[in-house]
């Protein structure tokens, strides 16, 4: 009889009794995680997908109870794996024309000592391409695979919703294109295209996620975070092409400083803040107390941060635009609305779930350090935020004798802070604790992932501090110059990885490696199972009488026993490694004398 606890690993239970795959799949599993689900325990899962603990046991006991089928049915749909295109693809665009081309950006500009030493259309194509590309293709993959999961329902129309990666995949690229040949009329045209197809993109986004969490069968707090992501991101969608218009058919440099100073911080607010942000903070509600072991926020505390946020975002961008408009700085200055509303969630983030505290060793991974690091990140950023108008008004001017009150220095300091300490961290945290999971990866095993950590953090941190420093001194282009490229290192080798990731879930799914064997056979600890089955199919049962549960499933025979020695096998099941030793030996002996001699000779050599 089955007796299963909250400790107990998903593919030991599903590996003995496949018939309780259907309950995991119930509660949101839908073929995650390869044939018997991802390396991960029954109080994790339980956790993660809001599902008492006491009523998954007992149905998975219940189902344990009952017929097995004799192997377990997996086939992923296009909802199971969709996260799998946009994930590449945004790393695909972030290694290309997003973090290579702004590195390269920066390279010139260090090299040129100043921020006029390349065209501002360089530095919105690679912008465009972060956001948009990189960011907005992550989310979208990440919505589409965990919010049917974590509310569990199915994703509304999966194929419209994969549509969605072509149309946003090909805008980004055209309006990258656009806006480094600006300067030719038919690529204006082209921009204007762009802006229509992402547009649709994210309509189609939006639709998609609002209809699925409509088909779920209870709402969350987090719910009313996704739904004003999913506004802010309309709103930004429709904003950008009327924003790729004015900033790239200016026909004066007045009139270019004029538009950018009056609508590009609003709109890059709306980005920020309304439409990742916001993704951010819901998905963190739902995600970090189940994922972690983490305090939630109390539900009066998430109330007020969406509606401070959202109200905060609204006044920053109405007043910003409204003031610049009229040239009435004092509307303008209740932007600084904005900077204290999210710094004051910064600061209670990590105190609401105790982020900074003690975790369960069997609740650390990899992916705890970049959360909590772009924690701090977000805190030092929003910082900067609040502190933007005191540093122009009284340290900038002062010892620069600037004209004007405002240092471009130090709000693209504040806005790399905010992008690649908070915003990416996130990105490189979450991704690597999930992507790991839904492929049947077991995590304890997979890269730690420090040189990214490191590299991401060191890059960020020279950047931000030698870019204010440019104010003062020539001399810190020079570093500033050079960061861009360290982070590209860290993040080519976290891409590397989740790469590696993906095609270890394919492999387990569709294309399985049957283990060839040449040579003489010699039986020992280090032996892998799986070349004894191939000699000795007849050992299976010698397997399975000792407790190694597991190689009843025929996926796992040739996945998993291909690298799994009998000691390994052993140790992780709990077995008398001697005994089964000998009884193996025995088998195969018996197995020997039956044969005729040319063929006992045969399986000897």
């Not at 505390?301 to 009435?328: E, H, P």
């Not at 004209?403 to 979450?430: D, K, N």
């Not at 399985?512 to 199919?537: H, N």
Request: with cysteine.
């Amino acid at each position: 009889m089955a007796n299963f606890t909250a400790d107990t690993l998903l593919p030991e239970i599903v590996s003995k009794y496949p018939a309780t795959r259907a309950v995991f799949d119930r509660y949101g599993l839908h073929g995650c995680g390869g044939p018997t689900g991802p390396h991960e325990t029954v109080g994790w899962f339980a956790r993660l997908h809001g599902v008492p603990v006491e009523r998954l046991l007992d149905e998975l006991n219940a189902a344990a109870q009952a017929a097995q089928p004799e192997s377990i049915a997996f086939e992923p749909s296009l909802a199971d794996t969709i996260y799998r295109p946009f994930f590449i693809a945004g790393i695909a665009v972030a290694l290309s024309i997003g973090v290579t081309f702004g590195a390269i950006n920066l390279f010139l500009i260090g090299w040129r000592k100043s921020f006029g030493g390349i065209d501002f259309s360089w530095t919105l194509a690679h912008g465009h391409a972060m956001i948009f590309g990189f960011v907005g293709l992550f989310i979208m993959g990440f919505a589409y695979q965990a919010f049917p999961r974590l509310k569990h329902t199915r994703l509304w129309r999966p194929r419209l919703a994969f549509v969605s990666l072509p149309l946003m995949l090909l805008g980004v690229i055209a309006q990258a294109a656009a806006h480094l040949f600006a300067d030719r009329p038919i690529f204006i045209a082209l921009g204007l295209m762009a802006g229509s197809l992402q547009l649709i993109a994210v309509a189609i986004f939006a639709v998609v996620v609002a209809m699925t969490l409509k088909s779920a069968p209870h709402r969350e707090p987090f719910d009313r975070f996704i739904r004003a992501s999913l506004f802010w991101w309309l709103a930004v969608a429709i904003a950008n092409p009327f924003i790729f218009w004015m900033f790239e058919t200016a026909r004066t440099r007045d009139q270019f400083i004029l538009r950018i100073s009056t609508f590009d911080l609003p709109y890059r607010e709306m980005e920020l803040f309304g439409a990742i942000a916001m993704m951010i903070l819901g998905v963190s509600i739902r995600f970090l107390p189940h994922a972690y072991g983490l305090r939630s926020p109390s539900l009066r505390w998430i109330k007020a941060a969406f509606w401070i946020t959202n109200a905060a975002i609204i006044v920053s961008v109405t007043s910003f635009v409204f003031g610049m408009l009229r040239g009435d700085l004092r509307l303008a200055a209740l932007q600084e609305i904005l900077g204290i509303a999210f710094l004051a969630i910064a600061l209670g983030l990590p105190k609401r779930y105790r982020l900074f505290g003690p975790v369960r060793a069997t609740e650390r991974d990899r992916g705890l350090k970049f959360i909590r690091a772009a924690h701090v990140w977000f805190i030092f950023a929003m910082t900067m935020f609040v502190l933007m108008p005191f540093y122009d008004l009284f340290i900038y001017r002062p010892l620069t004798g600037a004209e004007l009150p405002f240092s471009h220095a130090y709000l693209g300091a504040y806005r790399h802070a905010l992008t690649v300490g908070f915003i990416t961290l996130m990105i490189v945290g979450v991704s690597s604790k999930v992507v790991p999971t839904l492929s049947g990866v077991d995590l304890k095993k997979a890269d730690q992932l420090w040189p990214t950590f490191i590299l991401v953090n060191l890059g960020s941190l020279m950047r931000v501090s030698t870019q204010i420093a440019t104010d003062y001194t020539p001399a810190a282009y020079g570093v500033m110059g050079i960061s861009g490229f360290i982070e590209l290192l860290g993040l080519t080798l976290w891409g590397i990885e989740l790469g590696r990731n993906i095609r270890a879930g394919k492999r387990l799914e569709r294309e399985p490696v049957i283990l060839k064997i040449d040579g003489p056979f010699r039986l020992t600890p280090q032996t892998k199972v799986a070349e004894v089955l191939e000699r000795y199919p007849q050992t299976l049962g010698i397997f399975l009488a000792r407790g190694l549960a597991p190689l009843r499933n025929p996926a796992l025979r040739r996945t998993m026993a291909r690298v799994v020695t009998i000691e390994q096998a052993c140790q992780r099941e709990g077995i008398d490694l001697d005994t089964l030793l000998a009884d193996l030996r025995h088998a195969i002996a018996r197995s020997q004398t039956s044969l005729p001699g040319a063929e006992r000779d045969e399986k000897r050599r």
